[in-house]
């Protein structure tokens, strides 16, 4: 037999490494987010009085935040207990798998995601209809759900708000809330803003720009950081507030340059931007992120919602943070969650009533609970709101802005159905980079921006069919 | 003459030559079957993907599109501007690897006292997880807070150069060349060890300086290993992705800087950020035909620099 040469040999090597280009696309994991509300785990005070389980059986697959604690070994235990006949097997969630699984046809049966995923799934009919669920639950009743799961409920992709019930948040937060570092505006002479009258965008840009503090080149003080991940949610409620859309009313195109409101309000973050106002993507990056950095007291205002209070006080922070309400763009409050966090089920799954039994005991029953009294975002159930801690001077002061908050009744945001959750925010950054840079302008930057979200409309649109 | 007389002899051979056959197809089995499962059906899949408009979601509603993702590929001013950037990468990485992992390679090569020490120091940056040995770089070159922009703010007051940021490309090179160095060192050193001594130490008979011993017998007869160095080298920087990914995004940072924006970034982003897994595809299949046709480039190219004792 011939003997490989030294020539063959490489030939051969370069082949295998060149063909490893797939397999290692394959193998990486989505980057990670900041970090989100965990549920901590309290000590349970009552347990809601439920039906007798149901005789439902089976394996459940569910795919959720393991290593972040949100569903942890112990509490599957717990359920396995309460409800023998029914496993559960927990996945790491993880996009790439359940990607993976799904074109396999064997997806998970309960999946945790975000509110901007209801409508892309619901238009490829990947989400079960909960619906007879509910309507015969004695845990999680139709008429105590918390308006967040507004997000869960759709006519159709492109009206969700009312209508079937696709999943429920497992908790949730008026995100457009700001929390304020005392210390920042003591030191610059300023005064406090109320904790009952909105700041409008425009004087919190006047605030930020007075609060950021650069030594040289660094900045040791950040004026106003935001979510930029998410940062398209909050154009939709700035725009919200005069009744406009950042797509058109079909969702088929986003529109940026034919609207004169959606330019200004991008402007305005484009300056924020330009101005080193706050941590943005890659053009000013975090030295964690946002909420750490808050925590260090290194930033003067955070846009975050409600769940943040539950690590805003450090030593650092310590008697130094005010919450204020959610600011306004054109003088009209709204205060709706942009995240929702929540489970659906598959629509292929083979164990409905048993995946049924695990949803509702992780959203009405002990794990739920546990959440409400957390301080880790407002419970899923509103008649439940009243277990959110307010102990020291500072829960209670945020139950007072709170309250504010949840009596606004903000509509859910219409994400595009047609439109992966990042597709809007990671165009916006990889063109703010340039536009800062001084590459291109501000006008290029929306034309570019708008020509790609387009593009990925229409792909979205041919791939619902 | 007999006819009959060689056949034993060659019917031994050629029982030999076949347990020979299977004995190495046996051997070779293992890889074969996992080349197969894990990369070649891998790709075909891919392959075929990439002509159609799949989002990853719901293979029920993917159909044929034929060539349209490549054309929009060729059109696509994102592709464009990660092939750029990628270029830039493999132009300034490449050659910086080879040169100071080769240097390094020599320097470990001396007969000195404890110099297995030194070996291992090198080497042990390749044996550390990326996001371990990524967290400590990021420590380091952080804009605002990083030790090093705080030590030259000891010379200017208030430096922050962005080097994970808008002057990625350097900080991000600095993070693959320190952690490849020492895979690279190891093949050098193996190469360097298995030269003849007696050609040296001829030379240096002869009155060769260290430089001339080095331009005219080590240097040649290392082509090979560098030739093999330099397609691995070429293939691994153009695939470059963990490293940019993890040194440049964060849970704030969803995407690398422009300026490490690389053509598996831009990949990966339009499979996983945007949902474009048939498009994700026919890039990632343009990337596979671009590495071949440069590795063939430089398979040509050999005869004219590599060393070679035998005649081609």
């Known amino acids: 037999m011939k003997a490989l040469s030294r020539r063959e040999l490489l030939k051969l090597s370069g082949m295998v490494a060149a063909g490893s280009v797939l397999v290692s696309c394959g193998a990486t994991s989505e980057p990670t987010k900041a970090p989100e509300p965990t549920a901590a785990v309290a000590a349970p005070t009552e347990v809601p009085t439920t039906a007798p389980p149901p005789p439902a059986q089976g394996n459940v697959v569910v795919m959720h935040k393991v290593q972040e604690g949100e569903l942890t070994e112990d509490m599957v235990t717990q359920f396995e207990t309460k409800y023998p006949g029914i496993t559960v097997e927990v996945v790491q969630d993880d996009l790439t798998r359940y990607f993976a699984m799904y074109a396999a046809g064997n997806p998970p049966d309960l999946v945790r995601i975000q509110a901007p995923t209801v409508p892309p799934w619901l238009a490829r009919k990947m989400l079960y209809d909960l619906t007879p669920y509910f309507q015969a639950s004695t845990a999680v009743k139709i008429d105590d759900l918390a308006p967040a ?22 908790d949730w937060s008026p995100d457009f809330t700001l929390f304020l570092y005392k210390k920042a505006f003591a030191d610059k002479g300023l005064e406090l803003p109320s904790d009952t009258e909105p700041l409008t965008y425009q004087k919190l840009y006047e605030l930020a720009k007075q609060l950021a503090t650069f030594e040289g080149d660094r900045i040791t003080m950040f004026g106003f950081d935001y979510p930029d991940v998410w940062v398209d949610r909050i154009w939709m409620n700035m725009l919200g507030e005069t009744g406009d859309l950042l797509y058109t009313q079909d969702y088929t195109q986003i529109a940026l340059t034919s609207s004169d409101k959606a330019k200004e309000v991008l402007k305005y973050f484009f300056d924020h931007a330009t101005d080193k106002l706050g941590a943005v993507g890659a053009i000013i990056p975090s030295p964690n992120w946002i909420g750490d950095d808050f925590d260090k007291g290194l930033v003067a205002s955070l846009m975050y919602g409600y769940w943040f209070s539950a690590m805003a006080e450090t030593d650092v922070t310590k008697d130094q943070v005010l919450f204020v309400p959610g600011p306004t763009w054109a003088g009209v409050q709204r205060d709706p969650t942009m995240t929702a966090t929540g489970m659906v089920m598959s629509a292929i799954t083979k164990v409905p009533d048993a995946a049924w039994t695990f949803f509702q005991w992780y959203n009405g029953e002990e794990p739920a609970l546990d959440r409400a009294g957390s301080g880790w975002g407002v419970p899923a159930l509103k008649s439940w709101y009243e277990k959110m801690p307010k102990e020291t001077p500072f829960q209670q002061q945020v139950q007072k802005v709170l309250e504010g908050e949840l009596g606004l009744s903000t509509p859910p945001l219409q994400f595009n159905p047609y439109l992966a959750e990042a597709t809007v925010s990671n165009a916006w950054l990889l063109y703010l980079e340039q536009a800062v840079g001084g590459q291109i302008t501000f006008d290029e930057l929306l034309t570019s921006l708008e020509k790609d979200v387009n593009a990925a409309i229409q792909d979205g649109i041919a791939a619902i069919g | 003459m007999s006819l009959a007389g060689p056949r034993p002899e060659r019917t031994r051979a050629t029982a030999r030559s076949r347990r020979r056959q299977r004995t190495f197809y046996t051997f070779i089995s293992p890889w074969l079957l996992g080349f197969v499962l894990l990369t070649l059906l891998p790709l075909i899949a891919g392959l075929l993907i990439s002509l159609t408009n799949y989002d990853g979601l719901n293979p029920r509603s993917m159909h044929l599109v034929g060539l349209d993702n490549y054309v929009t ?176 995004t964060s849970g704030s940072v969803p995407a690398p800087p422009r300026g490490v924006y690389l053509y598996m970034v831009n990949i990966y982003r339009q499979i996983f950020g945007v949902g474009r897994f048939g498009y994700g595809m026919a890039i990632l299949w343009l990337l596979i035909v671009v590495i071949m046709a440069l590795t063939l480039l430089v398979f040509r190219t050999q005869r004219y620099w590599v060393y070679s004792e035998v005649e081609e």
Request: proline content about 5%.
């Open chain 1, 149 to 170: 799961n507004n997000y869960y409920m759709a006519e159709d992709p492109l009206h969700v708000g009312t209508g079937k019930i696709y999943g429920m948040c497992k």
């Open chain 2, 73 to 248: 590929a060729f059109k696509d001013p994102l592709v464009r501007h990660a092939s750029g950037r990628t270029m830039v990468w493999v132009l300034l990485n490449l050659p910086l690897w080879i040169i100071v992992s080769f240097f390094l390679a020599i320097l470990v090569n001396q007969k000195i006292k404890g110099i297995g020490i030194f070996r291992t120091l090198f080497y042990i940056p390749s044996v550390i997880p990326a996001v371990g040995l990524v967290w400590t770089w990021k420590i380091l070159l952080e804009q605002n807070y990083g030790l090093l922009n705080g030590f030259l703010s000891l010379f200017r007051p208030g430096t922050a150069i962005g080097w994970l940021s808008d002057q990625a490309i350097y900080g991000v090179t600095s993070i693959a060349l320190w952690s490849g160095l020492g895979a690279g060192m190891i093949i050098f050193l193996a190469g360097l060890q298995g030269l003849p001594d007696e050609l040296i130490e001829a030379a240096r008979i002869d009155g060769a300086s260290s430089f001339q011993v080095f331009w005219k017998i080590t240097l040649p007869l290392m082509t090979p290993v560098l030739f093999f160095q330099i397609v691995l080298g070429l293939i691994s920087a153009f695939q470059m992705f963990v490293i940019p990914w993890l040194a440049t």
